[in-house]
């Protein structure tokens, strides 16, 4: 059996009819856990997969994507805003995992102020 090429900017997905799905990584929106499934979602199309969250984030193992709830891996280049325990991804509100934020926010380039430099 083969080593698997690693690509560095995309991945596929099985979708219907045993078909391999190529999607490049920056076209990924987020990746949000429901039940047995994960569904990816991108700007033009939601995959559905049977799989867990773990298992998929030790496949998308890139710098652009952090896990930021039980839930919810985000594309870090797709953060419009953050407000309190909320992160936006365009209009989709992302809740933030209490225990996932300062690893989050640890990754975002944040301009500071007088105001939040002791933060």
Known sequence: MSTPVLLL???????????????AK????YVQAEGSWVDIVTMEK?????????????????????????KH???LNH??????????VWDTEILIGKQYRE???SRLPILRTKADRGK
Not at 9 to 23: A, D, G, H, M, P
Not at 46 to 70: A, H, K, M, P, W
């Open 73 to 75: 891996i985000i594309n």
């Open 103 to 105: 690893a989050l926010i």
């Open 46 to 70: 939601t995959y559905r997969l049977s799989t867990n969250l773990g298992q998929l984030e030790s496949q998308l193992d890139d710098e652009i994507f952090c896990r930021v709830s039980r």
């Open 9 to 23: 900017n995309s991945v596929f997905v099985v979708t219907t009819n045993q078909r391999y799905q190529k999607i």
């Open 26 to 29: 920056h076209d990924i929106l």
């Open 79 to 88: 953060i419009s805003a953050i407000q309190g325990g909320l992160l936006f």
